[in-house]
């Protein structure tokens, strides 16, 4: 699977505003947000049904 320049930038606008992406591994998807926006990555933990702590 490649990713095309178009889907990059998509995903990089997508991030700088707070929101999150999907990343395919190997095995599974991940969840990306911006490790610096603090409201990005409570979000995750909300998507996820996990406590923030």
Request: aromatic share 6%; glycine share 12%.
């Given at each position: 699977m490649t990713?095309?320049?178009?889907?990059?930038?998509?995903?990089?606008?997508v991030l700088r505003g707070g929101?999150?992406?999907a990343l395919p591994t190997e095995t599974v998807y991940g969840l990306g947000a911006d490790a610096e926006d603090p409201a990005a990555v409570a979000r995750?933990?909300?998507v996820k049904g996990r406590p923030p702590s």
């Open positions: 990713a095309e320049t178009s889907d990059i930038e998509k995903a990089a606008g929101g999150l992406v995750i933990f909300q």
